[in-house]
């Protein structure tokens, strides 16, 4: 008999088996793959030496979290490191343009001023808001919404702001990235730094609230940058297992979890493939809603959630690429050597565009690409004197319909297909590096349905755990009667990408649960 079995290690699994063995608990994590860290994934995939995030990467919203706050010197103990630069992420237009933000606000504002009067100020202003609302803001983005404290917090806000003031609050932080970004900015260099990261939320320029995640990721960038892990993401998840075994957890691989054990009203414990059952006092599963209704609680009396599972939707496919290469890349723009996460994009039009096309099934004529330099905040990821590159284009689609371009045949995620859209991308990256074809040693590819076969909880390709539209996010998530991961079981608790508060490294559902149950 266990304390808490877990099922899935994700970061949310991670932080919640973390928070809960260091209190003393009996914690065991199942892992059905070969490999722990759900997204968090490091291997030589393109040659011997070249050490790619083959996911996720940046890891800005875990060094902003709760969870960090209270892991970080734990974590540290056993390998846990962060690589910073002073430039997180910068904007490339095909005209050659490039507009970077610095860490520094001030410099931003003097920047942004010079290339439209008044946008520097308006960015001042912008990024302010968040900072002045940030208790506020972050309690409902991450924290438990059906909660006293919220509760709480809210009263304190009427008190502040009034009715209609807070009303106007949320009125504001519902319009969409567009609606924020063309009034506000008459710079299009501006407006095209900032509309690619709500594709990174797994929304579009048009989407409800993309204008305030938009403003969200420009206040976190600029004050804590885009830090990936020394060594790769692979050694968050190992600095983890560490913690978590130091504490005497237990983690397996190759442990498929069959089915979650029910019986008046309660979750036992899991039975894995093997039939070997695990006992324990709560379940918590970090899977989708369709993994944890449709086929571990199969035939368990959820009919509510399982009929809510087949209206479920999930997001647009994520679409990865690789490079090793001889030596760093020149970029024809000056001021990009050093930045952590370049996009390349011609602004709002080009974003929603793209997103557009790939929700519709199509293959994106010109895609939302987005560039990271690993190398440049960690030399250790490569031989020296080389370089990688981690591209990802967050606008691929699940279900392959048509080329938006017209020259793509194939309609399935066959070799042949991802290698052909990875011929696009390329062709618009090397427009931009002065020595591409020099250096290239080698690339590797992931498409939608390769990341699903790594990681089920993908599906079609999709990171963000289904999509991320307000019918499905904050109390609505995943399904519209959720309530802080509760499930029909008083001790299964979800939690996960498909759970407030999201998708990203945040590990924020995990350590709400892990909070409740006393960790």
Same mark, same amino acid.
């Given at each position: 008999m266990t304390d808490h079995v877990i099922i899935g290690s994700g970061i949310n699994a991670l932080v919640a088996a973390a928070l809960l063995s260091r209190k003393g608990r009996k914690v065991v994590v199942l892992e059905r793959e070969d490999r722990l860290g759900g997204c968090m994934m490091t291997a030589e995939a393109t040659l011997p030496g070249f050490y790619h995030d083959v996911m996720a990467a940046t890891f800005v919203l875990f060094l902003t979290s709760p969870a960090y706050g209270e892991l970080a010197?734990?974590?540290?103990?056993?390998?846990?490191?962060?690589?910073?630069?002073?430039?997180?992420?910068?904007?490339?237009?095909?005209?050659?343009?490039?507009?970077?933000?610095?860490?520094?606000?001030?410099?931003?504002?003097?920047?942004?001023?010079?290339?439209?009067?008044?946008?520097?100020?308006?960015?001042?202003?912008?990024?302010?808001?968040?900072?002045?609302?940030?208790?506020?803001l972050f309690s409902l983005l991450g924290g438990e919404l059906w909660r006293w404290r919220t509760a709480r917090l809210m009263l304190s806000q009427i008190r502040k702001r009034g009715l209609n003031g807070l009303k106007t609050w949320f009125g504001e932080a519902l319009r969409p990235a567009r609606a924020w970004l063309e009034p506000a900015y008459q710079s299009p260099d501006i407006q095209a730094l900032w509309a690619p990261w709500v594709l990174h939320t797994g929304l579009t320029p048009e989407s409800t609230y993309s204008g305030q995640m938009g403003k969200v990721i420009a206040f976190a960038l600029e004050a804590a940058g885009a830090p990936i892990v020394k060594g790769g993401a692979g050694q968050a998840v190992a600095a983890f297992r560490a913690l978590i075994e130091s504490h005497g957890g237990e983690l397996r691989t190759g442990a498929d979890v069959a089915e979650i054990i029910t019986q008046?009203?309660?979750?036992?414990?899991?039975?894995?493939?093997?039939?070997?059952?695990?006992?324990?006092?709560?379940?918590?599963?970090?899977?989708?809603?369709?993994?944890?209704?449709?086929?571990?609680?199969?035939?368990?009396?959820?009919?509510?959630?399982?009929?809510?599972?087949?209206?479920?939707?999930?997001?647009?496919?994520?679409?990865?690429?690789?490079?090793?290469?001889?030596?760093?890349?020149?970029?024809?723009?000056?001021?990009?050597?050093?930045?952590?996460?370049?996009?390349?994009a011609d602004g709002i039009d080009s974003v929603s565009k793209s997103a557009n096309e790939a929700e519709r099934g199509l293959f994106p004529e010109t895609p939302t690409i987005c560039v990271g330099q690993p190398h440049r905040l960690d030399p250790s990821r490569c031989p020296e004197?080389?370089?990688?590159?981690?591209?990802?284009?967050?606008?691929?689609?699940?279900?392959?319909?048509?080329?938006?371009?017209?020259?793509?045949?194939?309609?399935?995620?066959?070799?042949?297909?991802?290698?052909?859209?990875?011929?696009?991308?390329?062709?618009?990256?090397?427009?931009?590096?002065?020595?591409?074809?020099?250096?290239?040693?080698?690339?590797? +590819?992931? =498409?939608?349905?390769? &990341?699903?076969?790594?990681?089920?909880?993908?599906?079609? /390709?999709?990171?963000? !755990? $289904?999509?991320?539209?307000?019918?499905?996010?904050?109390?609505?998530?995943?399904?519209?009667?959720?309530?802080?991961? +509760?499930? =029909?079981?008083?001790? &299964?608790?979800?939690?996960?990408?498909?759970?407030?508060? /999201?998708?990203?490294? !945040? $590990?924020?559902?995990?350590?709400?649960?892990?909070?409740?149950?006393?960790?």
């Open positions: 010197g734990d974590l540290a103990q056993h390998g846990f490191e962060l690589c910073h630069t002073t430039h997180p992420t910068a904007v490339l237009r095909p005209n050659g343009r490039a507009t970077t933000l610095s860490m520094d606000r001030a410099a931003n504002i003097a920047q942004f001023n010079a290339l439209a009067a008044g946008d520097g100020d308006q960015h001042g202003r912008d990024v302010g808001a968040i900072e002045a609302d940030a208790e506020f008046d009203g309660k979750a036992r414990g899991v039975r894995l493939a093997n039939g070997e059952a695990i006992w324990a006092s709560s379940v918590l599963a970090s899977v989708t809603p369709s993994q944890l209704y449709g086929r571990l609680l199969n035939g368990a009396e959820t009919a509510p959630e399982q009929q809510a599972t087949q209206s479920f939707r999930h997001g647009r496919g994520n679409f990865q690429l690789h490079y090793a290469l001889d030596k760093t890349p020149e970029w024809r723009a000056e001021g990009l050597e050093d930045v952590a996460l370049i996009h390349l004197g080389k370089a990688i590159l981690w591209l990802q284009i967050p606008d691929a689609p699940r279900q392959i319909k048509g080329d938006a371009k017209g020259e793509i045949t194939g309609k399935d995620w066959d070799d042949t297909t991802r290698e052909a859209f990875a011929d696009r991308i390329e062709a618009i990256l090397a427009r931009h590096i002065a020595n591409f074809d020099d250096i290239k040693l080698a690339r590797r +590819a992931y =498409s939608p349905a390769d &990341l699903q076969r790594l990681n089920m909880n993908l599906v079609g /390709g999709d990171p963000y !755990g $289904g999509h991320c539209g307000i019918d499905q996010f904050f109390t609505f998530r995943p399904f519209p009667a959720s309530c802080n991961g +509760a499930t =029909s079981f008083s001790n &299964l608790y979800h939690i996960g990408a498909s759970t407030h508060p /999201g998708p990203g490294l !945040g $590990g924020g559902s995990g350590y709400n649960t892990a909070k409740r149950l006393g960790g």
